[in-house]
Structures are given as C-alpha cells and as structure tokens.
C-alpha cells in the first residue's frame, strides 16, 4: 500500500524572495525596487509568509520595519532554499551557475587570482552564465559573510572564530609564513644587528625587535592573529606604531623606513627577491600558520562549487 503523499508546504519561494530583501533592504518599498513588484504585493507576501510561520518577522515602528528575533534564523533558512532553487533551475540549462567566493586579504589579492584561473580554465566548454562573486576584506568580516550565507565558500588565514560552530564547516588547506622585514640598509638595524649573507636576513630577539617600531595589520585579520598570539605575547612592551588594514600600504612604509612590518612570504615575495626588502629572523620564533576553508553547511554545494573545491585541493 502506498504511502499517502505528504503535505505539500504552502510558503512560496515569491514569500521567501520578498521577505530576504526585505531583511537586507531594510524597506518595503525598496524590497518593491528591487523585485519589480508593487509595494502592496510585497506588503502582502510577508503578510503571507509571517501568517504562515505563525511569528512576526519584523516588528512596525511607524513607517519603518525593526526586525524581529525570529527574522535572522527564517533569514539563514531562506537564503539556503532560494540557493538551492536557483541552482536546480540552470542545472539542465548546462550553466555552471554561480559561486560567490570569500577571501581574507592576503589570499584574495595574491593567491585567489591563479585559482580563478584555473577555475575558469577547468569549467567545460559551451558552459554559459558563469558568475564568480568575490568579496575580499579581513578574515573576522569574511567569516561573517559565511554565517549569513552570502558566500558559499571562503579561503581565510585565520583560525575562524564563528559565533555558532554547529552550522559551520572548517578544514585545514594550507600552510603560510609571515615574515618580520624591513629596508635592507634600515636605520633601525643599523648597529643593532649584524646581516648574514648566508642566510640572507637579519637576526633579532625578541628584546631587541621590541625597542623597534612595528607596522601590523589592524584586529580581525588573520595576520594580526598571528602576530597576536605567536610574536607579541613575547614582547609586552612593544612599539607598535601602527595597525593598518592594507598589506600593501605596510610594505610601501616598510619601504620608505618608517618602521620593521611582518607580513605573509607571499605579499613581499617579489621585494625580497630584488634585495629592496629583507626578512629580519627572530630567534625562538615561529610565524607558521594554517589557512582554512570555510563554508556553512546549509549551503548548496553546486557542481561549479566541487569543481573550485577541487581545484584548491590539489596544490
């Protein structure tokens, strides 16, 4: 005897669409802009959805719509249904669809690029409508975009820290160094350290770099992590000058000797090479690190998805 049908559910992907622009709009009637439908149907698709769920969303404070404690998990849920949608309606079209891509900086300006490429390199031919998102910022902000499910999947440099570990998934993909460096005729080592031309560096204690200024990327990158745990705990008494959000502006001031950086082996690979920068090694000090994928387990994994998982796994 066959088993009878379930209940079809009555909430539409019309009410899920409207209420997550809702959410990310802040407005009816910007949601109305954005889905190119009439204020009164959008006003009338939370209605529906809100009557469905049997919980308000947002809470009406005049003109203006305050979200509600309930809105951020329904939020979660629907961005994953409508993920999930929208892959199933290009699958037999033979798009590759879309992925959208976190990076933390370092990754995003000096590792992503060669993966895209093969990415793209890899996507069979005749394969149309393929759309690569990137969003590249700090690894605590990017991590963040993984838990509201705007990225499927993120390369970061920092140990991820998510507010909630059950929906997220973290693995192991790579390691780094950072490197502490500076000018190579430095004012600052200039009678304080001697250069070895074996191993091509400076040396340094941890006593000696502490007297020293010291150019760092801001809180909340996956540098700053680093140097947080594995460099400064051993120098309370540090001159730090500045923290900085941009690699690229830590070592165009390591440049012009306003101070020592440290810095990931990729972002000053090409200056080390050319003798315009060089590592200044610290003795006992390990700046090893592990990079990580992330992605939240809500997330549809498309083809296009296993296919970059792939890619970044070989190398």
């Known amino acids: 005897m066959k088993k009878p049908l379930q209940t079809l559910p009555k909430i539409t992907l ?7 622009s809702i959410y990310q709009t802040g407005s ?34 005049g003109r203006r719509l305050n979200q509600h404690a309930n809105a951020h998990p329904i939020y979660v849920q629907a961005q994953a249904i409508l993920g999930q949608a929208l892959t199933l309606e290009h699958y037999h079209k033979h798009q590759a669809g879309q992925i959208h891509i976190g990076a933390s900086t370092t990754i995003g300006n000096y590792v992503l690029p060669p993966l895209l490429a093969k990415l793209y390199g890899a996507l069979p031919d005749g394969i149309i409508g393929v759309n690569v998102d990137m969003y590249i910022a700090n690894t605590q902000e990017v991590v963040a975009e993984v838990e509201q499910l705007n990225i ?5 440099e920092g140990k991820p820290r998510p507010t909630d570990m059950k929906v997220i998934e973290q693995r192991a993909w790579r390691t780094d160094t950072l490197m502490v460096f500076a000018k190579r005729d430095s ?5 304080l350290a001697d250069y070895d031309e074996d191993e091509n560096c400076y040396r340094l204690t941890t006593a000696q770099l502490a ?7 801001e809180a909340g990158s996956g ?32 440049s012009a000797d306003i101070g020592l950086g440290c810095l990931s082996q990729y972002v000053i690979s090409t200056e080390l ?8 090694k610290v003795a006992g000090i390990d700046l ?10 809500a997330r549809h994994q498309s083809p296009i998805w296993q296919t970059f998982i792939d890619i970044i796994q070989e190398g």
């Open 28 to 61: 009816t009637s910007r949601a109305s802009e954005e889905l190119h439908l009439s204020q009164s149907a959008v006003s009338s698709a939370l209605a529906e959805l809100e009557a469905r769920l049997q919980m308000p969303l947002f809470e009406r404070v």
């Open 273 to 280: 090479a050319a003798g315009n920068l060089v590592q200044v």
């Open 187 to 191: 004012k600052w080592l200039a009678g």
């Open 152 to 156: 499927d999947i993120a390369l970061v």
């Open 288 to 297: 090893s690190r592990t990079w990580w994928l992330v992605w939240h387990k």
């Open 211 to 217: 007297k020293l200024p010291l150019l760092v990327r």
């Open 223 to 254: 540098t700053r992590q680093i140097i947080d745990e594995q460099l400064l705990q051993h120098m309370p008494d540090s001159e730090i000058i500045m923290a900085i959000q941009q690699s690229e502006a830590i070592k165009h001031m390591v």
């Open 14 to 20: 019309k009410q899920l669409a409207v209420f997550v």
